[in-house]
């Protein structure tokens, strides 16, 4: 499985922006994706993952943040709105399946006031 996010870039506080992560290989559908991000000098934090048709979140992101999938196209979307300052950092897609995690380049999301 390869994956490839796009859509980070620099906004103001408050601006909403969608990322999106295309994913190629078999079996798409029955998948586990999610999105970590990474702020310079802290750990990594999942920050949302969907299982079938159900999602969770980390409490940071809830009720700002939305993940959803797209079966037709391949391809993972987190919808992110409110954004804080503190949501700076490169956001990573990943999948889990049987077969092993993958994961593949980040894309910087900068937030700032």
């Known amino acids: 499985v390869q994956l490839q996010a796009s859509g980070g870039g620099s906004v103001l506080v408050g601006d909403s922006l969608r990322l999106s992560c295309a994913v190629s290989?078999?079996?798409?559908?029955?998948?586990?994706v999610g999105w970590f991000r990474q702020a310079p000098g802290k750990d990594p934090e999942l920050v949302a993952r969907?299982?079938?048709?159900?999602?969770t979140y980390a409490d940071s992101v809830k009720g700002r943040f939305t993940i959803s999938k797209d079966n037709a196209k391949n391809t993972v979307y987190l919808q992110m709105n409110r954004l804080k300052p503190e949501d700076t950092a490169v956001y990573y897609c990943?999948?889990?399946?049987?077969?092993?995690?993958?994961g593949g380049q980040g894309t910087l999301v900068t937030v700032s006031s």
């Open positions: 290989g078999p079996d798409f559908s029955s998948l586990v």
């Open positions: 990943m999948s889990w399946s049987a077969s092993g995690t993958s």
């Open positions: 969907i299982v079938g048709n159900v999602p």
